[in-house]
């Protein structure tokens, strides 16, 4: 009879997970930033694809701040001041040229240049495995 209660009765629940450092958090801390398009992106060809632009016109829906017309850009939509500037992964992002500038480095994560070729790529990231650092383009 005791055998069939504690069958029956749940588990204890887990004990509670230590909290995790503000660095770990970034993605849910980071809010949510529109993509700031220019007036017209999409009807008129020789419009900038990404170039940012102020309206200025009179009648200039997306200056009134007409809904559906897109948004401006302005401080609030800033970042958390902790968050700025880090990888979605919660870390600061190092842009490395040689094995020389993986020296000293600590809690970062190293991007590659493009410009590095594929002897001297392989040579850095296994020193930087050894350093205990995270690689993005590997």
Same mark, same amino acid.
């Given at each position: 009879m005791a055998e069939q209660q504690a069958q029956q009765t749940p588990q204890a629940a887990a004990p509670k997970q230590k909290p995790r450092p503000v660095v770990a958090k970034?993605?849910?801390?980071?809010?949510?930033?529109p993509s700031f398009k220019r007036q017209n992106w999409a009807q008129k060809r020789r419009v900038e694809r990404t170039g940012w632009r102020k309206p200025r016109g009179i009648d200039n829906k997306l200056r009134v701040h007409k809904k559906g017309f897109g948004?401006?850009?302005?401080?609030?939509?800033?970042?958390?001041k902790a968050t700025r500037g880090l990888h979605p992964i919660g870390l600061k992002e190092v842009l490395v040229y040689s094995l020389k500038e993986l020296a000293g480095? *600590?809690?970062?994560?190293? $991007? +590659?240049?493009a410009g590095i070729g594929k002897k001297k790529k392989i040579v850095?990231?296994?020193?930087? *495995?050894?350093?205990?650092? $995270? +690689?993005?383009?590997e």
């Open positions: 970034v993605s849910k801390v980071k809010k949510w930033i948004f401006l850009p302005r401080i609030g939509f800033r970042n958390a480095l *600590k809690n970062v994560a190293v $991007r +590659i240049s850095i990231v296994a020193e930087a *495995k050894k350093l205990g650092l $995270r +690689i993005l383009n």
